[in-house]
């Protein structure tokens, strides 16, 4: 029995020390990438310049109109998903019988799993069309549409990971709420949300993250043409857009334009990392604890 648990405990120690050096891995090829690209091209005009045409005959490479591609679409996503998800979450919690919750949040979490390039396509042969009934100067590749059906995408992130928050307040404070006289929406609202805040905060982090990695979405419905701007209703380029545009075969392996894909990788990977750290750093300070 000794040795099976020392096999056992090694297996594991060795899928735990497998993650790291993958981690490690990629870390190391965006950076050896991005040093030579930054070798030929000044990173003060990689993040200042507001033109990005690597591939263009006058070729600049700023960051900016990429960078502000993605939050857009990042924030439209989180405009639909933070308020759904957490009004479904409120639901699941509060109101919704046992049963029906045991059928609802694993249907809401098979959103999960459906293949971005499916949503990219429901974004622009379905919602495109849609919202040019409403909107009709509104192009047919644009940020809106794609920002929405990311926010439709990640709802099951903030509601499941909300719902579990809230689930861990304990039912004592429910139990105060109503013997004070509150209601069970001000109990919900104004005991439990406020409890559970450093897990929903945490949801929210973790779903930007997702959004901003999200890649088939707009590579297919919000086209590649990088603006720094903040209308939604025109084409616009995100960081994995060009990452997936570069990397379709047309550009030459090895060229600085090659590279710009890696430039481009460490600056998601920075991003999406500091988000992951202050999602973290918020659970940990802020984690309300109960005996």
Not at 114 to 139: D, Q, R, W
Not at 171 to 179: C, D, P, T
Not at 255 to 284: D, E, M, P, Q
């Amino acid at each position: 029995m000794k040795l099976k648990e020392k096999i056992i405990e090694k297996l594991l120690a060795a899928c735990a020390l497998l993650t790291i050096l993958t981690t490690i891995g990629i870390i190391l090829i965006l950076l050896i990438e991005a040093i030579a690209f930054f070798q030929e091209v000044s990173i003060i005009d990689f993040l200042t310049d507001t033109q990005w045409t690597p591939l263009f005959t006058q070729k600049s490479y700023g960051i900016l109109p990429l960078l502000s591609g993605t939050f857009l679409t990042t924030a439209i996503a989180i405009a639909v998903a933070l308020p759904v998800g957490l009004t479904i979450a409120v639901y699941l919690n509060e109101y919704a019988p046992k049963r029906f919750k045991k059928i609802l949040k694993p249907m809401l979490e098979v959103l999960a799993v459906v293949p971005t390039v499916v949503y990219g396509f429901f974004a622009l042969m379905i919602v495109t069309p849609f919202l040019k009934n409403i909107i009709p100067e509104l192009s047919g590749f644009n940020a809106l549409s794609p920002g929405i059906v990311m926010g439709i995408m990640i709802i099951p992130f903030v509601s499941s990971l909300s719902e579990d928050a809230l689930s861990s307040v304990p039912n004592s404070l429910r139990q105060a709420s109503f013997g004070m006289g509150s209601t069970k929406f001000q109990t919900a609202f104004r005991v439990m949300v406020p409890a559970a805040s450093s897990g929903i905060i945490v949801s929210a982090i973790l779903a930007i993250s997702r959004a901003i990695g999200e890649t088939m979405i707009v590579a297919i419905a919000a086209g590649h043409q990088p603006r720094l701007t903040l209308d939604p209703t025109i084409p616009i380029e995100t960081i994995t857009a060009y990452i997936v545009q570069v990397s379709m075969g047309d550009v030459p392996y090895g060229t600085l334009a090659y590279k710009t894909i890696f430039a481009a990788g460490i600056t998601l990977f920075v991003f999406t990392f500091i988000l992951n750290n202050i999602s973290y750093w918020i659970r940990t300070k802020y984690q309300e604890k109960y005996e």
